[in-house]
């Protein structure tokens, strides 16, 4: 991700709004978002994801006036590196996951990231993946599986590494995918062999 989305400053205003997501989580959450609403606004995104029907977050939000806006222009990196990310044909897109942490707490972000990503997905409205390319029902029952991987052994040696490097090459693709083959507006990453045009 590009050097203007800032971990610490995402989490700080992730406690703004009283939020239990990571700033992994919200990442996620925003992509599988993404992914399903062509023409989101960061405020769309913001209403989506932290107030909806939680009454609660509402009035953290009411019971400070401007606080949602104020949180908007805060998060308008993070938003629109996003959305450029996502529709980068140079396949440039990577999950928001934490740097120089132990291979424990990037495993544990992983797993938050896919949880994310599949919450965004169902706010998105997207439940039902049978009319899309059997990659795609195959890739999101992976992040279900991914979203636990913070269980999975660390056997403690540069076997680790190379598992965390796999896992996040396998959730960049596959994210890319399941973009371009449910929001189409967006334009389609340029994989080999692909047949489809650009709009």
Known sequence: MSSKINIEQIEADLAKLESELS??????????ILCGKSDLNIHDWLALTFLGDNSEASNVVNSRGLLLEAIAGS?????LETVAALSDNN????????????????????????QGFLMGLSLAGLRNFTEYPPEVTEFIEAMASIASV????LAGDDSDEEAIVEFIEFIRIGVLLVNEEINPVRIPVDIPDSDKTMH
């Open 23 to 32: 700033p992994s989580e919200a990442h996620g959450s925003l992509c599988g």
């Open 91 to 114: 396949l440039n897109f990577y999950p928001l996951l934490p740097e120089n942490e132990s291979e424990a707490i990037r495993l544990k972000a992983i797993a938050e990231w896919a």
């Open 75 to 79: 998060f308008q990196d993070f938003f």
């Open 150 to 153: 913070e269980d999975y052994e």
